[in-house]
């Protein structure tokens, strides 16, 4: 390992899913592992593309602890691009593995590893998965355990979705606030300021109706002006200072998302 192990009997919560995830399924791993986090309970992936690596990022925005399971050596950062959040995830929860430095990133090491996954989690949390994603495989193993899980509901459209939804109709508890997951870790838990929405920032009138046409479904800035009824000049600057407050994300040229 690098940087801590979980700290025996504190609370921790594993995120999975899908390493091709939606707008929808990046703030949502954003924003549940970072409400999770900020109360103290340690957030636990596996520093894959996508929604692990979403998961880590949430937990250290929030200030929280996470830790990382590698299906390679130590030594190696996979994917390489996560460079940054393997190194602050050693100062700030720690990086495991079970195999020997220089072990290189084979593709059948990573259902392997996820039983460590499973087993330093208390309960297991998926957002957006296939109907045979690779992150069934952590929640097979977690039931074995018996781990509670938890997962995100998608549209029923939605491929990307099927193995979530599935989890739903099987028992796994539906999640849409951290609130579903807190009231089960904290016995004791109220509503927090986390889950309100509070703003130090208050927006202007036409920077308010520009966010109320928007979701976490990416839409055309076409759209937004047809929705908000307002000019494309207007919406352009309204949009431009509506991501300089941290409220909107571009997630490809002109399409806009909420950010949570």
Request: with cysteine; glycine share 10%.
């Amino acid at each position: 390992m690098q940087g801590n192990l979980p700290i025996e009997g504190a609370k921790t919560l594993a995120v999975v899913g899908a390493r091709d995830c939606s707008p929808y399924g990046i703030e949502m791993a954003k924003f549940l592992a970072g409400a999770v986090a900020r109360e103290g309970i340690a957030i636990i992936s596996g520093l894959a593309r996508g929604i692990d690596s979403y998961a880590h990022e949430g937990a250290l925005a929030a200030g929280g602890i996470t830790f990382g399971i590698l299906g390679c050596g130590i030594d190696i950062c996979y994917p390489k691009e996560n460079i940054k959040l393997y190194m602050e995830m050693q100062t700030r929860g720690g990086i495991i593995s079970e195999y020997a430095p220089k072990v290189m990133p084979f593709a059948s090491n990573f259902p392997m590893r996820n039983r460590i996954i499973s087993g330093l989690c208390d309960r297991i949390l998926v957002i957006e998965a296939k109907e045979k994603s690779g992150s069934l495989i952590t929640v097979d193993m977690g039931l074995e355990q018996g781990k509670d899980i938890y997962a995100l509901p998608g549209r029923a459209t939605d491929r990307i979705s099927e193995g979530c939804n599935n989890l739903i109709k099987m028992g796994a508890k539906l999640v849409t606030t951290p609130k579903d997951i807190l009231e089960d870790f904290l016995p004791d838990y109220v509503q927090s300021r986390n889950d309100l929405n509070t703003d130090n920032n208050p927006l202007a009138a036409e920077e308010k109706i520009v966010l109320a046409c928007l979701s976490l479904e990416p839409k055309h800035i076409e759209e937004i002006s047809e929705l908000a009824k307002l000019p494309m000049d207007i919406i352009m600057e309204q949009l431009l200072l509506l991501e300089l407050h941290g409220r909107v994300s571009q997630t490809m040229k002109n399409y806009y998302i909420m950010v949570k």
